[in-house]
């Protein structure tokens, strides 16, 4: 779209005259405050009336208080608490007529008409009756007299936009529920912790990954099944057996499970790890509960065992840097859906594919995912896993392919000898890459060795062979086992040429950052001069900076910005009950800004200075104006009780003369009176620790996507005897575009790279820079001047099928 014409859309977008309603229903999860304070502050950036609705449907039955107008202050501080600020409630009213008739009289009476509703699947169908049968109701209140004949005509029609909240990840049609990493995260706490002791001892301990709740139905109970989470998690863990309600075990499992249980035990494995979802069924559909195993484990085996019940512990917490980021986009996709519909126009649901914000017809993506639910009960277990999507089902693929390893007799014989390396910078989740490469090798009947220290250990000669066993336990630990270094190859690369033909090397697998990148650029240099580097070769990203060409998100970005989100909720809290206060924080990613910028929006930053886009003194100076006024609003005395605690982010390399104590010392003195303010670098923290959730989801599925293609090209290039490859397409990186894995041949994508500031020359996470300056202050310009990159278009009403 060009310029202009986003100028002129812009320049219409506006929500004058109109009244917008946001309530929470059904289940609590986390993120759902972080999308009321969006629908919030964007509602009330377009010149909307923003209403909250308090307690669900049943707020909006009783009317009164209940149903508040809501203020740019209202949702202050509120990103970063768990659970839901203005309440959840089950409305059995709501599901009568007579409820649905007092719900619309007291929207009518505020001349509400627009509806964003954040719950699941139930709440949403809820909300498309309701819609359905608006003009019916309104009838009704006339012929009462509750209405006249005006108001009637006037708030004809309700628009209905909904945004799916759950911790199980069972909605279709979109890539992640708000809540599910964050369920995640409390999940990966628990277990790591469970790991940590058990593995002083001789014992099983077991794990039920309760998702749902028992709940009364029209009198008759029913138990939600596991979705995507446990998936999720199995795929990132290093579990011995999973009971899943989509997988159910076959025939004669218990006696399988209890086999592999007591093969472990003579193998002096000390910790087993049994994950039993809630929900989970036999082939005859008939329950099987985590009691029912731990009986059947101690009865047949003798071992002392464990049961863990994790319970509600996965909706409560604070929320992920993910499910923040995804609420917040949503919560702005959602009013903007509201500004687009017409009388005509369906209930529609706003969802996640790839990196983009999509608007679906929301009855749509209801019906399929009920046909889940039908596939389930009718044992065609198969076909619901195809029907959970695409990403579950490479998800359960890739557990089978890492949880179970073959028998020696079994396993094929590829006399192929593959290296793995990681190089530059730390990352976590590189471990958990570096396994899934070793066990898909393996599987793949190939020898694997593990090069210690990047190429300057290559060189060296520091190689040896990795089997199974020695990446057991792998998935979990942060930073690099393997050793990495910076070192590029091109100044020893006769050397390492050398220790490729020693080990006889057929094929590279290089995990790392830039540096990774442009080794593999230099080692495809050199096949003219060394035939032993004439060989498939394929790099996964895997730096915190985010800044390799070729590929969305890297392996460690998105743990980096869980590092920055919580130490910067620490530091807000630190000036909690003192003066006004607002806190500098410098950040990594050498030139890129992706983790100022997304960590920003994360964590509720005011600004976020970055490379990307230039800064001056005169935008300096504005922030520092913005920050006064929101501080020192109307003359507000300073003697008043009011705390409030601002941020900054700025990338370290975002100007060589604006520094971070430049900023710090502008802000100090322009905020003498108002705020004072104190500056924090986080340094190398934003590398440690363990890996996220969806670091180790993702370290784990790249990297044995990246094993598969190696397999792939050594059977093609394989000739006489040796295995020969000096084409383009036999030396990629494989990175991730929006939601598809692509494999890209390095040499393409030097034309998207900068090498002199080292980041992509586009940069898709640009176009969310809007989104944080208007959740931050409404006084900003929503249009392309922002970003330089920011589009909109009105959004695609796919089909959930195509979304798979």
């Not at 749509?364 to 029907?387: G, H, I, N, P, S």
């Not at 001047?785 to 195509?802: A, K, M, W, Y």
């Given at each position: ?53 308090h307690e669900g449907y049943q707020g909006m039955v009783d009317g009164g208080d209940n149903i508040k107008e809501a203020k740019w202050e209202s949702v202050s501080s509120m990103l970063q608490m768990g659970g839901t ?720």
């Amino acid at each position: 779209m060009a310029q202009t014409d986003n100028k002129k859309f812009f320049e219409n977008l506006s929500g004058a005259g109109k009244a917008i309603a946001v309530l929470t229903s059904g289940g609590d999860a986390q993120g759902m405050n972080a999308a009321v304070r969006a629908v919030v502050r964007m509602g009330i950036y377009v010149g909307a009336k923003v209403y909250f609705v308090h307690e669900g449907y049943q707020g909006m039955v009783d009317g009164g208080d209940n149903i508040k107008e809501a203020k740019w202050e209202s949702v202050s501080s509120m990103l970063q608490m768990g659970g839901t600020v203005i309440g959840s409630a089950r409305c059995n009213d709501f599901r009568m007529h007579e409820g649905r008739l007092k719900a619309a009289h007291n929207l009518v009476q505020r001349g509400i008409t627009n509806l964003c509703v954040i719950g699941g699947d139930g709440s949403l169908t809820g909300a498309n009756l309701f819609r359905k049968e608006w003009s019916g109701l309104l009838a009704e209140l006339v012929q009462q007299g509750l209405i006249d004949e005006e108001a009637s005509q006037k708030y004809s029609a309700l628009h209905i936009v909904g945004m799916v909240g759950s911790i199980d990840n069972d909605f279709c049609g979109t890539d992640m529920t708000i809540g599910t990493d964050s369920a995640l995260h409390r999940i990966i706490e628990v277990v790591d912790a469970i790991m940590t002791t058990a593995q002083s001892y001789f014992g099983l301990d077991w794990l039920k990954n309760m998702i749902g709740m028992v709940f009364a139905l029209n009198g008759e109970m029913m138990l939600p099944t596991v979705k995507q989470d446990a998936v999720f998690y199995l795929s990132v863990c290093a579990s011995d057996w999973v009971l899943i309600p989509e997988m159910p075990p076959e025939d004669g499992w218990e006696e399988k499970m209890c086999q592999k249980l007591s093969a472990k035990r003579a193998g002096m494995k000390r910790l087993n790890i049994i994950i039993v979802a809630e929900g989970a069924i036999d082939h005859n559909n008939q329950p099987i509960t985590s009691e029912h195993v731990k009986n059947l484990v101690v009865q047949r085996l003798g071992f002392d065992t464990r049961v863990t019940i994790l319970g509600h512990v996965q909706r409560g917490g604070t929320p992920s840097a993910f499910d923040r980021i995804l609420a917040s986009r949503m919560g702005v996709e959602a009013v903007l859906a509201l500004l687009e519909t017409t009388a005509n126009t369906p209930a529609c649901v706003v969802s996640l594919c790839g990196n983009q914000s999509v608007q679906l017809p929301l009855m749509e993506c209801v019906q399929m995912t009920q046909q889940v639910q039908k596939a389930m009960d009718e044992k065609r277990f198969e076909e619901a896993v195809r029907l959970r999507g695409r990403s579950f089902e490479n998800n359960l693929k890739t557990y089978k392919l890492l949880a179970h390893r073959k028998p020696e007799s079994e396993l094929p014989n590829s006399n192929f000898n593959v290296a793995v390396l990681n190089v530059g910078a730390p990352a976590a989740g590189m471990n958990a890459a570096v396994r899934s490469a070793v066990r898909v090798g393996i599987s793949e009947g190939h020898k694997m060795f593990a090069v210690s220290d990047g190429f300057e250990g290559f060189y060296k000669g520091q190689i040896k062979e990795i089997k199974w066993a020695d990446v057991g336990g792998w998935t979990g630990q942060g930073g690099s086992l393997l050793g990495t270094k910076r070192t590029l190859p091109a100044k020893h690369i006769d050397k390492i040429a050398e220790q490729m033909r020693k080990y006889n090397i057929n094929a590279l697998l290089v995990i790392g950052g830039f540096e990774a990148f442009l080794g593999i650029m230099e080692l495809l240099a050199a096949r003219g001069t060394f035939e032993e580097l004439c060989v498939p070769m394929v790099m996964v990203p895997a730096t915190v900076s985010n800044n390799v060409p070729g590929s969305d998100l890297s392996i460690g970005a998105d743990t980096a910005l869980n590092a920055i989100t919580f130490t910067c909720d620490r530091i807000k809290q630190s000036a909690s009950g003192t003066k006004h206060r607002v806190f500098i924080i410098e950040t990594m990613g050498g030139y890129c800004g992706y983790l100022a910028s997304v960590g920003g929006l994360a964590a509720g930053a005011d600004a976020a200075y970055i490379f990307e886009e230039p800064f001056d003194i005169r935008e300096l100076q504005s922030n520092v104006e913005h920050l006064t006024e929101t501080i020192h609003p109307c003359g507000l005395s300073l003697t008043q009780p009011v705390c409030l605690c601002l941020c900054s982010c700025r990338n370290e390399n975002s100007n060589e003369n604006y520094t971070t104590d430049f900023i710090y010392q502008l802000y100090s003195e322009e905020g003498k009176g108002v705020f004072d303010c104190r500056k924090n670098v986080l340094g190398h923290m934003q590398q440690g620790g363990a890996p996220s959730p969806f670091d180790r989801n993702f370290g784990t599925k790249i990297a044995a996507k990246a094993m598969q293609w190696i397999s792939k090209k050594l059977n093609e290039s394989y000739r006489k005897g040796r295995v020969f490859a000096n084409t383009e397409d036999s030396a990629c990186l494989l990175g991730m575009r929006q939601r598809a894995m692509v494999f890209q041949p390095v040499v393409q994508l030097r034309d998207e790279t900068d090498f002199v500031h080292r980041i992509p020359k586009e940069q898709w996470w640009l176009k969310l820079r809007p989104l944080m300056k208007i959740l931050a202050k409404y006084k900003t310009s929503y249009d392309i001047s922002d970003s330089g990159q920011l589009e909109h278009v009105r959004r695609p009403r796919c089909h959930p099928i195509v979304l798979q």
